[in-house]
DNA sequence: CGCGACGTTGATTTGCCTCAACGATTGTGG
DNA sequence: CCACAATCGTTGAGGCAAATCAACGTCGCG
């Protein structure tokens, strides 16, 4: 008799929600799964190292970044819990990746390689579906993003940031918030201080 | 005796590079597609409307830019002949879209209705694949130049810009590379004027 | 030919950064 | 439970990358 563990519940309800697999092909994708718990401020990926795990979040919040030149971490997500996160070209690529991933709380995760994923589109096909609805909305999320980040002023990507993740300010870090939004700490100090300009 | 229109033949090979597909299947594809021209400096789609097409590039090239408060523009895509291009938050949401399309050479594209696409996934399951494929590969771009913009200088940009589209850069008037690397015109002739500070 | 789009150049401005110093809060080990 | 260090947010002075505005030369095209 199968069953499948708590900790793949949440992650399996996710797929649920979006496409039908049978109670087999449940079974084959929970079997694929690798649960782990990271302490917050623990790293799970560093730069320079291949990423060959999609991971979501069940408990707890993740985060991807890239340093630059000078120091500097610059976030490119963040994963609360119910969320995937990876670097997408360090993944699809097998090339050593250029971000970091950590957890911002302590969390709970589960793990999925890519080369498993790939065996799986062919037991479980609706799977396919599933990873493409999911690429397709976080494109569309990209995409949106950098037209802000080309075409918005600090204050109203501030003020965008506020509207689309109000759950997320919570208990987040400000510092955290100027990295998402391309500013430094100080500045964004400087702008929430001050008479709140119009956006 | 079903055939396949000239028009539809370097889209057909972009899908079959990546999946199999029947010669049945092919025809079910083809049969949903539309091909039409486009002058220079026409807009295809404008802000405001609902895009309800994924474009597919035959010849020439399309791009697709926000209009901000100021007036300036901000160029999201380029899509030189095989590329395909569109507003993923309108198309997916069917919301009205912040983006205008139009050409920078004359072009011929090929339309494919986004309700035509859903359908073609149950006809046609490869295709689902092959959107999957470029979805991931798409959002591993758009990831990638995201972090571009967040870490990088405006001449770091710009070198990567070269290195990345070699064949775009032929013709394509400096304004456009500007406005895609998120600087003014301008100051893009500066730049390239002055001694080529390092990278 | 002449007009409009494009690139260039210079003067000036500005949005945001850098650096540094300083409280407040958190958390941690003794 | 307190003392201390670390982390975080704040504030100020000064600096720089890139924008703005304006003028001008050039080219391609109708």
Redesign the interface.
């Given at each position: 008799m199968l069953y499948t563990p708590m900790s793949h519940e949440l992650l399996i309800q996710s797929i649920l929600k979006r496409v039908v697999l049978s109670d087999k092909e449940q079974q084959l994708v929970s079997g694929c799964l690798k649960t782990k718990k990271l302490k917050k401020k623990n790293l799970l990926y560093q730069e320079g190292e291949v990423q060959h795990h999609l991971v979501f979040v069940n408990s707890g919040c993740l985060r991807s970044y890239?340093i630059?030149k000078n120091g500097?971490e610059?976030i490119?997500q963040f994963a609360p819990s119910g969320w995937w996160i990876a670097?997408?070209?360090s993944l699809?690529?097998a090339v050593p990746s250029?971000?970091n991933i950590d957890a911002i709380e302590d969390s709970e995760i589960v793990l999925l390689k890519q080369l498993d994923i790939d065996n799986l589109?062919h037991t479980v096909?609706a799977l396919?579906?599933y990873?493409?609805i999911l690429?397709?909305?976080?494109?569309?999320t990209?995409?949106?993003?950098?037209?802000d980040?080309?075409?918005?002023t600090a204050a109203e990507r501030y003020g965008n940031f506020c509207e689309r993740y109000p759950s997320l300010i919570q208990g987040l870090p400000q510092k955290y918030v100027a990295s998402y939004i391309?500013i430094t700490p100080e500045f964004l100090s400087k702008m929430l201080s001050q008479p709140m300009k119009k956006r």
């Open positions: 890239s630059d500097a610059h490119l670097d997408m070209k699809l690529n250029s971000l589109y096909p396919e579906r990873f493409r690429s397709e909305r976080s494109l569309a990209f995409q949106q993003r950098l037209i980040s080309l075409s918005l391309g």
